[in-house]
């Protein structure tokens, strides 16, 4: 029997008493709920997930190979602590190789992470006090702002429209917000709008820092995939390494998600700050997996493969969506599509938000979608669904526009 009192024992910052026993049904539970459903209401077909937030292949075989090397050495057996020199300096030759970035010091400028998720998670604990505040943008990826709330902190949202080309207006921050602001968050090519930021936006990002006494948090999870424009590194503006830092990953660029690695390059001041925070949450990643990176990082290249498929993919995803009305172009990176929701069905029922509409598609075409309400009413298609090659893939993504076209939408 389960002791009732470890109910009481809960911390605020989780629910407290009311942890696990809140009715609130987050939107990812609702998708796998209307997943469910739909599946169960129309046995024997098949549902077609543009909802996954990441990558549908396994890592590279070189990669794997490398990893399998190393796994049997018996020097790579230990805690890695802060993470070997060989990884540092990879990362730095990748940032110089792929984004034209110079004069970063593996030594004192870059640090491992168990995965970006887990350095924006544990960034918060070196820079903010109770009160202090986090500059968001939304939609976005929350996990800064979530432990920065956990320490005390207070999260101002930036909003990212349409109108503003989902970039954040800084004007529009209040001053009482800059002037207790510590960190602002920005992460681009962006998840989930897929829009890039260039240079323009982030010299104006840096005089923005230096003017209220900020530090970037610069998430470049989805760097190196970009379309049609060069792949694009804060670090290499002059400046950046006066207020900022960058966090990249091995997740996205090279299909390694489930390996967790990443690291974050910049600021000295900010990099020493969070290796010593890391230091009292983990031991480092695993040695074999840093060797094995180094291999991802110094084949850069592998990356292209990766994006050339996601493009072509997406492409096909924007095209058929053109056709039936909807108002879309190619993203500039990542590998989604942001997509404003139509108002409803040509003399039938409407939308009320992007809930609704990703529902509606589950349930009615079970085409599964990630749906966004924060700024405007948008879903997210994704272009990892799983195909165990192109005529696999051609063949999904020709019975997505069969199931999309039976269906008259009004704008
Ligand atoms: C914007 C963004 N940042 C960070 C991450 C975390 O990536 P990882 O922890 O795998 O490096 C993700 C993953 O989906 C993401 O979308």
Known sequence: MEEPYIQELFAERIGGKKFGKEDKIYKFEKIKRAKREALKNNPGVELIDLGVGEPDEKAFDMVIDALKREAEKPENRGYADNGIEEFKEAAVRYLENVFGVKGIDPETEVVHAIGSKSALAMMPSAFINPGDMVIMTVPGYPVFGTHAQWYGGIVYNVMLTKENSFLPDFNSIPLEVCAKAKVMVLNYPNNPTGVCADENFYHRAIEFAKKHKILLVIDAAYAALTYNRKPFSFLSLPGAKDVGVEIH???KSFNMTGWRIAFVAGNMRAVQAFAMVKDNYDSGQFKAIQK????????????????????RRLKKLVGTLQKLGFEVKMPEGTFYL????????KGGRRFKN???FSQFLIKEKLISTVPWDDAGHFVRFSATFEAKDVD?????????????GELQFEF
Do not use: C, H, Q
Request: aromatic fraction near 8%; charged fraction near 35%; proline fraction near 2%.
């Open 249 to 251: 990953s091995l997740s």
């Open 292 to 311: 094995a990176g180094v291999v991802a990082l110094d084949n850069y290249y592998l990356t292209d493969t990766i994006k050339s498929k996601y493009e």
């Open 338 to 345: 942001y997509v404003e929701i139509p108002k409803g069905m």
């Open 354 to 356: 992007a809930e609704e």
């Open 392 to 404: 696999a893939e051609g063949r999904i993504l020709e019975e997505v526009e069969k199931r999309l």
